[in-house]
């Protein structure tokens, strides 16, 4: 933060409304997206974009135009922008958070303040309560029954503090990268982010350096942080425009394995860790390894810290004092999974249903990231709000994935499916179109409230399916938006272990579903694990990283994944 200066997020929200607006005005598709690719250029700045626009130099970064800068630089010295002052006078603000909901977008929420007075969410409250949506244009009964339902749902939920894994860790490797640019010094995330936890109510941070104020004050001074909570001298707190709290703490090189390794975590396996020190007549702290003399033992890596204590370096996803202590001490820690152990996707989308990218693009993309196969698996015919494909837009969608494969090598296109679950237990395809398919993900997108009976027996029908080698985000949870159905989970294990089917653990920031609790049982009942992206764009192919976090939280070792596997032998 820059005294006196709007920061990078508060920049950045505004550019944003303005891109909002404008395309609920109906400006060109080009002009929406200058104003949203900027604005995510800001967030992502480390340093303050109001003090560089004001010094004429914003225009330096990528994705900043003069036309950028100028009202970047408005905002610095006047507190407002004149332009989105009179954008705001023609479109009500409260209008781009209407269109934002789930299936209305820009076009649907102009329809609804031009013709029903609807300027915000309150508003489109009170005009569904008095039943004013009927013959607005666009808005039929399903919209409407989708929009109270998405509202009601929105008045349940938890006002949740909490930030999903996927959106926490690429904030924290932000905020340790350009802290560490800032200072040269070494900066790792630490806590229950890096133990690969769900959700996280904050952001650990680790630095290691001999002058630790300059490392507390560049924290303070980072164009990412929104607001400084403490400062200094042990430790920092921070919030970011993302609204993430982050701390830091920071030890002398010398001793950075122990300050990792104690806020790492978690308390239970620090405690057992303390036990174990204890009967060899020693004690653990962030500060090192005292023995009975008074003596102590400090490294700078935490395999040292093991080592001290004769254990084997535990990977941070299995500290939770689950027997993992007693593994390191014996030498049978698994070798879990990695992100490189996978051989390809098989759970993504196209612009065929509900992806942004086109086959090619997508094909691209896993080529880039060393897979040897991707599973182009669009929506089922049922998933209409998701542009789900009937057979016949299927089998011409096939002719695509020929087309395409004509032109890329290394990465074999499979032709898959994400086929419905419907409500009565059958699947959105004939057994003849599933025959022709290389590989199919069955999924439950409807009727989440049946009693657990009828969902136990979808699933069930589903697996026993012969057709059918994955079960898709298993449990149905949303995180912060709703809980999964309910289901007689040791049943729907032991049919998967029995029949082979595949559980999937999506790597989706708001599923990772199967959670790593669940995929333990799943492995302990000898059920194999697929690990998805669910990709709706190319870059969200890299979810897979998160679904790898949540397998290896669940001890998964490489073997225990099925597609770490090349294509012919997962086939067979
Ligand atoms: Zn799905
Ligand atoms: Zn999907």
Redesign the pocket.
């Known amino acids: 933060m820059v005294e006196g200066l709007p920061g990078n997020g508060e920049v950045a929200a505004r550019l944003e409304l303005m891109g909002d607006l404008l395309e609920i005005e109906g400006a060109v598709r080009h002009r929406v997206l200058a104003y949203r690719r900027g604005a995510a250029r800001i967030r992502a700045t480390p340093e303050s974009v109001a003090a560089l626009a004001v010094a004429g130099r914003a225009v330096e970064l990528p994705d900043i135009g003069a036309t950028l800068q100028d009202k970047v630089a408005e905002l610095a010295t006047t507190g407002t922008i004149g332009a989105l002052d009179r954008l705001c006078s023609r479109v009500p603000p409260g209008l781009a958070e209407v269109a934002r909901l789930p299936g209305l977008g820009p076009r649907r929420a102009r329809a609804l303040f031009e013709q029903a007075g609807v300027t915000g969410l309150d508003g489109l409250r009170r005009a569904l309560a008095e039943g004013r949506l009927a013959g607005v244009e666009g808005i039929g009964p399903k919209t409407v029954a989708a929009l109270e339902a998405e509202l009601a749902a929105r008045d349940a939920a938890p006002a949740d503090a909490l930030a999903p894994l996927g959106r926490a860790l690429p904030a924290a490797e932000r905020v340790a990268a350009a802290l560490a640019a800032a200072t040269g010094a070494r900066v790792e995330v630490a806590g229950s982010l890096r133990r690969g936890a769900d959700r996280v109510k904050d952001v650990d941070l680790a630095a290691a350096s001999d002058d630790p104020e300059a490392v507390h004050r560049a924290l303070a001074g980072l164009g990412l942080v929104d607001e400084v909570l403490t400062e200094g001298p042990e430790k920092t707190a921070v919030r970011t425009h993302d609204g993430l709290r982050v701390e830091l703490r920071t030890a002398p090189p010398d001793r950075f394995g122990n300050l990792l390794q104690h806020l790492t975590g978690s308390r239970a396996h620090n405690v057992r860790l303390r036990e174990l020190a204890r009967r060899q007549g020693r004690s653990v702290s962030e500060h090192g390894i005292v023995d009975a003399e008074g003596r102590t033992a400090t490294s700078p890596d935490e395999a040292g810290v093991y080592r001290e204590l004769g254990l084997e370096w535990i990977p941070p996803e299995l500290r939770e004092d689950r027997g993992e202590i007693e593994q390191a001490r014996d030498g049978r820690l698994p070798r879990l999974v990695e992100v490189g152990d996978l051989r390809g996707d098989l759970h993504t989308h196209s612009t065929w249903s509900d992806g942004t990218a086109t086959i090619a693009e997508m094909a691209a993309a896993a080529a880039a990231r060393g897979y040897d196969y991707l599973g182009v698996s669009d929506h089922s015919r049922s998933l209409a709000m998701a542009g789900g494909l009937d057979p016949d837009r299927l089998r011409r969608q096939w002719e695509e994935i020929a087309r395409v494969q004509e032109g890329v090598s290394g990465v074999r296109l499979l032709r898959a499916s ?1 086929v419905d679950i419907l409500a009565d237990g059958r699947l959105d395809f004939d057994d003849e179109v599933l025959a022709a398919l290389d590989w199919v993900t069955a ?1 439950v ?1 409807s009727a989440f409230r049946q009693p657990p009976e009828r969902i136990t027996a979808r699933l069930l029908a589903a697996i026993e399916h012969p057709h059918v080698d994955a079960i ?2 298993p449990t149905g949870r949303m995180l912060g938006r709703r809980e999964g159905y309910a289901f007689d989970v040791d049943r729907v294990l032991e049919a998967a272990a029995r029949t082979g089917t595949c559980l999937e653990v999506n790597g989706q920031p708001a599923r990772l579903d199967l959670d790593a609790a669940l995929a333990r049982r799943a492995l302990e009942a000898g059920v194999r694990l697929i690990v998805s992206s ?1 990709a709706h764009s190319t870059d969200a192919l890299g979810f897979v990283r998160n679904g790898v976090l949540v397998a290896r939280r669940a001890g998964a070792r490489a073997e225990d994944v099925a597609n770490t596997r090349q294509w012919p032998g997962l086939r067979d």
């Open positions: 994400e999924s997108h898709g985000h669910d």
